[in-house]
């Protein structure tokens, strides 16, 4: 099946610090790729729609300076949380879908982001 | 407003039994609808899926209902493996996937 990779899986960062999260599609093309945040025990929270070579749309109650979301390949989508603080800790999770498809969502692996 | 939910926060069931796992949705426009397993600190891994036109998808040990009338979907697993274990949401699309809350399920030797 589809593969969509994260980098970097976990990440330790001081407070006040930006830190990026990429999620590939290593063997599709991804028009869409969505970005999830899981708190702990709770359910997936889909932060954004990242669109190939437009603007993000970003949920209701979600920063969008505060976590930039760049779509600037089919392979390839970005997420920026800029200036960290504690309550960012949390696992980050995005998804892809085939351009051009319906239904399945391949996932990323997660990344783990604790910020001191 | 959740649109997905899984009321059940917890299942337990004996190894070698049936596990079912339930979802209530509300918005009559998802086509379609997908299982996915989680891990402790791993992404999710896509397990089943239904499209709307669909009552009753079957993969292996995994069959997946929907009652479109009562906006209800679920998950039944036979038999359970200790390897069952984990957490299960059932997510929603329309032009995006909305997820319920999750259902940790423990498979019992």
């Known amino acids: 099946g589809a593969v969509v990779s994260q980098h970097p899986s976990w990440v330790i960062c001081k407070s006040g610090t930006s830190v990026k999260i990429e999620c590939r599609s290593l063997?599709?093309?991804?028009?869409?790729m969505f970005w999830y945040r899981q708190f702990p025990k709770q359910s997936l929270m889909l932060m954004a729609t990242s669109n190939e070579g437009s603007k993000a749309t970003y949920e209701q109650g979600v920063e969008k300076d505060k976590f930039l979301i760049n779509h600037a390949s089919l392979t390839l989508s970005t997420l920026t949380v800029t200036s960290a603080h504690p309550e960012d800790s949390s696992f980050y999770i995005c998804?892809?879908?085939?351009?051009?498809?319906?239904?399945?969502?391949?996932f990323g692996e997660g990344s783990r982001l604790t910020v001191l | 407003d959740q649109q997905v939910k899984q009321n059940s926060p917890s299942l337990s069931v004996q190894e070698g039994r049936i596990s079912i796992l339930n979802c209530d949705y509300t918005n009559s426009m998802f086509d379609y609808f997908l299982w996915y397993k989680k891990y402790p600190a791993e992404g999710p891994t896509f397990l089943i899926s239904?499209?709307?036109?669909?009552d009753k998808n079957e993969d292996g040990r995994f069959t997946v209902f929907l009652n479109k009338s009562a906006k209800h979907l679920s998950l039944h697993i036979v038999p359970s493996q200790p390897g069952d274990s984990a957490v299960y949401f059932c997510g929603a699309n329309d032009y995006k996937l909305s997820f319920g809350a999750g259902t940790t399920v423990t498979v019992r030797a």
């Open positions: 063997d599709f093309q991804a028009t869409t």
């Open positions: 998804s892809a879908r085939v351009a051009g498809e319906i239904g399945e969502l391949f």
């Open positions: 239904i499209s709307s036109i669909k």
